[in-house]
């Protein structure tokens, strides 16, 4: 839309294309609620007021309007699915932006992994917008698929739908001033830099902070928010399937510092999506909890936008792009319509516009492993075990000393009390490698539980009563050409097949999640007691959030930034 022809509908000589009538207007700006029109046109909002004709008009009549939600941070590949049907499951709950960090498909395939995702977010209902992934690998404890250095993000600066660098999980080597990782924020000085420091404070995260990172979305308390909001940093209340902070972090919004949080839910499945939303469902939980309904969507939309820069979103106004969402209930806050770049995407929790026509994407199979070079055996050397602990909703982990069952001279699983072996098998370049340990909080009974889904190496994580059956999951997930699997005494009984990078499928959003919940329930029956342990599994890999994490170099304690020794 030319300049000339928007101010020709703001001054009222020319008919918009549409006109919003008997709206109530949530004004994020000024913090007001009021009856008004809202003109569009060539997807831009072109004026508010009465007085403009319009060639189609849509009588609201009297329900509310707010901007488009924005979910300030969330891993697509999380949710199984590619850009499409990921667009499916969140557009019609009022979400038309997500800033997204490509980094789990890009530890699998680099640079490509990356451009594959911005080409299957093109032309659809809702602007999809990246950060470079600055930690690939997270760090030097883990064998992941790609390395990417400043020099190879350098050239994804000219992309329009690139904004900033993606979070910094290396916080260990920011703090120390390490030279490849000052190098990316030194190249992305002039955009946005996300954060990302579980558990950093004091004089550790003064370094952090002052070396230009703009955000954090790791805090787990409000002690921890509290801190770093002090120091200057955007907080990012999130709220995934596993990790679920709101409740503990809403308690330090107020008027005065929440244009300084956002909402995000950075990993959630398809069940999640599905039942509870995405972050429609962070807003509905924040009013619930007390927080002013504008607050609550101003963490949504207005303060995410202008952290990003995204000057044009978050802000029902002349010139801002038309992402509205239409709704009946304050409290409650359930899209009735949704509009994207001036057009009706969805009503009634359905997409009303065709998914985007798939374009040629073939990718090479990412799973490499050396079958031949199983063995789950650790041969005992004393008597007490380094142990992970898996709570069931969060991915910072305890780190347990645990007395080993030693049998005919080998560490094994103790089901009485719910330690199971562990294994974390290389899955980039047939090395191998494989870290091997114990983790306690999955209540398996038998057979095991086997995912090429392991943040953020996304090497495949094994977690089981013996070693038979820890090998039969791994066949099947490699047979699979990736995925999820649940083995029962050799038998799969439930797979989910991760044919793109052994992280997401093609498959619709409604198939997704049946063939999900088929192995949550295998799962459980089998005797695990999480609520998604494929979701708890993926992240016991992950170095970079304490205490304790196994990769496929070995047992790394993430508070000491090293590797450890199992035995004690």
């Known amino acids: 839309m030319s300049l000339v022809d928007l101010l020709a509908v703001a001054r009222g000589d020319k008919p918009a294309e549409r006109a919003l009538r008997n709206a109530r207007l949530i004004n994020v700006w ?7 029109d809202i003109l569009i046109d060539d997807g831009q909002i072109a004026a508010l007021g009465a007085g403009y004709a319009a060639d189609e008009d849509i009588d609201l009549g009297g329900r509310y309007v707010c ?44 640079v490509p992994g990356i451009r594959y995702m911005l080409e299957r977010a093109k032309y659809g209902p809702m602007n999809i917008y990246a950060n470079a992934p600055s930690c690939v690998p997270a760090t030097h404890m883990e ?43 030194e190249a992305f000085k002039d955009r946005v830099r996300d954060g990302h420091a579980p558990s950093v404070t004091g004089k550790p995260l003064n370094a952090y902070v002052g070396a230009g990172i703009g955000s954090d979305h790791e805090c787990t308390t409000a002690e921890e928010a509290l801190e770093k909001l002090r120091l200057g940093l955007t907080i990012f209340i999130r709220e995934g399937t596993t990790t679920r902070n709101l409740a503990a972090l809403i308690p330090i919004v107020t008027a ?27 807003v509905r939980k924040a009013i619930a909890y007390g927080i002013d309904p504008i607050m609550a969507i101003r963490m949504a939309t207005l303060n995410t936008a202008r952290f990003f820069r995204l000057y044009h979103l978050g802000l029902i106004g002349p010139g801002k792009q038309a992402d ?7 409290k409650d806050i359930r899209a009735e319509m ?8 969805a009503e009634g929790g359905q997409m009303i516009v065709p998914k985007p026509a798939r374009g040629p994407y073939p990718l090479p199979n990412t799973v490499r492993i050396a079958l031949d070079s199983l063995d789950f055996r650790i041969s005992a050397k004393g008597g007490r075990v380094r142990v992970i602990g898996a ?4 991915v910072v982990t305890p780190h347990l000393i645990e007395d080993a069952r030693i049998v005919d001279g080998e560490a094994v699983a103790d089901t009485t009390r719910d330690i199971l072996k562990m294994a974390v098998v290389e899955r980039h370049h047939a090395s191998g490698k494989i870290g091997l340990g114990f983790i306690k909080g999955f209540g398996l009974k038998r057979g095991a539980l086997a995912g090429t889904v392991g943040h953020d190496h996304h090497n495949l994580i094994v977690v089981g009563v013996d070693d038979a059956s820890m090998a039969a999951a791994v066949r099947a997930v490699v047979d699979m050409g990736g995925g999820l699997a649940a083995v029962d005494n050799h038998t799969v009984v439930g797979a989910l097949p991760l044919e793109v990078a052994g992280l997401m ?13 088929v192995l949550i329930d295998a799962a459980h029956t089998l005797g695990s007691t999480l609520p998604d342990p494929f979701m708890t599994m993926s992240f016991m890999g992950l170095e970079v959030i304490p205490s304790l994490k196994l990769t496929d170099v070995g047992l790394v304690d993430v508070d000491k930034f090293q590797v450890v020794d199992l035995w004690v």
Not at 148 to 174: F, K, Q, S, T
Not at 324 to 330: E, N, P
């Open 30 to 36: 000024s913090g007001e609620i009021y009856t008004t």
């Open 324 to 330: 509205l969402i239409v709704f009946s209930d304050l």
């Open 256 to 282: 005065a510092n929440h244009v300084h949080i956002c909402l995000c839910t950075d990993d959630r499945q398809p069940n999640t999506l599905m039942d509870e939303g995405s972050v429609d469902d962070c």
């Open 505 to 517: 499928t093609e498959k619709p959003l409604e198939q997704v999640r049946r063939e999900y919940d």
């Open 67 to 110: 901007p488009g939600f924005i979910d300030a941070h969330a891993h697509i590949e999380s949710t199984l699915m590619t850009p499409p049907e990921y667009a499916r499951a969140v557009v019609p709950r009022g979400v038309t932006t997500v800033v997204t960090d490509p980094h789990e498909i890009a530890n699998v395939m680099g």
């Open 338 to 345: 949704v509009f994207h770049r001036g057009q009706k995407v």
């Open 143 to 185: 064998t992941s698929g790609a390395r990417l250095e400043a020099e190879d993000l350098e050239e994804l600066l000219d992309h329009r739908w690139v904004i900033g660098l993606a979070e910094v999980m290396n916080y260990p080597g920011v703090i120390l001033g390490d030279e490849g990782m000052l190098d990316k924020l």
């Open 391 to 394: 709570p069931p909703d969060q």
